[in-house]
């Protein structure tokens, strides 16, 4: 299960840094993904961030590049599922913060270590109305393979968010959701936190 995950993650990210294609419409969610891509292959590329010094500067770069595509409040909702509405609003929002930072964490890390040497092909675009789904196969020498990812949008106020990341049939909330599940099926949300809190401080740590 937790080399599932790290791929889940892996190839996700990997996603994110694929070498853009001409687009049809600036509004079309496979451009809004192609835009994403460009700037975070910017941000990364950036020289006033490069060397270990300044990792920490490059990754918040690359996050603040790659969230505001995500409808992070819409992502957190699904992985919590029915547990969601058993929360108060400060709940909500403290678990939206958790979880974006951790999700944050989790693709700036395989951003920097799987970046190069990236190959995209977006073989095609399904709209129904405000949903949306893009299909693309992702080529790396880290994974071998050819990997299905499809991703999963929405319109949210006008504008196309990702909702949720397939990898290979593989959810990235729904598996979040089965971990979280786990949790909250034998303790409490205080408890979740707890747990969450003490991922993000492991992540944070300096590596050895």
Known sequence: MARRRSVVTLMSTIALLAFPCNTRAADAPMAMIQTATQKTLAALQNPAYQGAAHRDERLAQVAATILPHFDTEGMSQRALGLYWRQLTTDQQQEFV???TALVEHAYGGAIERHASDVQVLYEQERLNGND??????VLAPAVGQ?????????????QWLIYDVQIENVSLVLNYRSQFARILNTASYAELVYRLKGKLLE???PSS
């Open 97 to 99: 913060r958790l979880f």
């Open 132 to 137: 949306a789904e893009v299909d693309t196969r």
């Open 146 to 158: 050819p990997v299905s990812i499809n991703y999963f949008l929405h319109q949210v106020n006008g």
């Open 203 to 205: 992540v944070d740590a």
